[in-house]
């Protein structure tokens, strides 16, 4: 069994319409459209399983082919690697991020730019060590 990739989905595209296309090159196990939650929108790609020879099939047939007036972009899925989280970071009045300045991590500020002050505090933060 193998997962693939459908992307550059029109949002029109619905999981019955994938399914059809898709089930010409063998059993469809399951089709999986990502929707907006905000909008309730298909967010322009999904995922299918097939089996294994009909999917390797299925990618080769249908990478670059039209599907509604736009060109699919057809793969193998692959399992996003999780990276470690990031601990928060407290907003502060004035626009910028204050909560671990004088701590060696990497402040953010409004539009990318640093103020004097920020580097006024960790130049303060490194004298003190």
Do not use: C
Request: proline share 4%; hydrophobic share 35%; glycine share 10%.
């Amino acid at each position: 069994m193998k997962k693939i990739y459908v992307g550059n989905l029109p949002f029109s595209a619905s999981e019955e319409k994938v399914h059809k296309v898709f089930s010409q090159f063998g059993e469809v196990h399951s089709v999986k459209l990502l929707t907006d939650p905000v909008t309730g929108r298909i967010r322009g790609f999904g995922f299918v399983e097939m089996e294994s020879d009909a999917a390797d099939a299925a990618m080769q047939a249908l990478d670059g082919a039209p599907f509604e007036y736009r060109k699919l972009r057809v793969h193998e899925a692959f399992e996003r690697v999780r990276t470690l989280e990031r601990p928060a970071v407290r907003k502060t009045s004035g626009g910028n991020f204050h909560s671990h300045i004088g701590r060696g991590e990497p402040v953010l500020t409004v539009g990318g730019q640093r103020s004097s002050r920020d580097k006024r505090y960790n130049q303060a933060a490194l004298r003190r060590g």
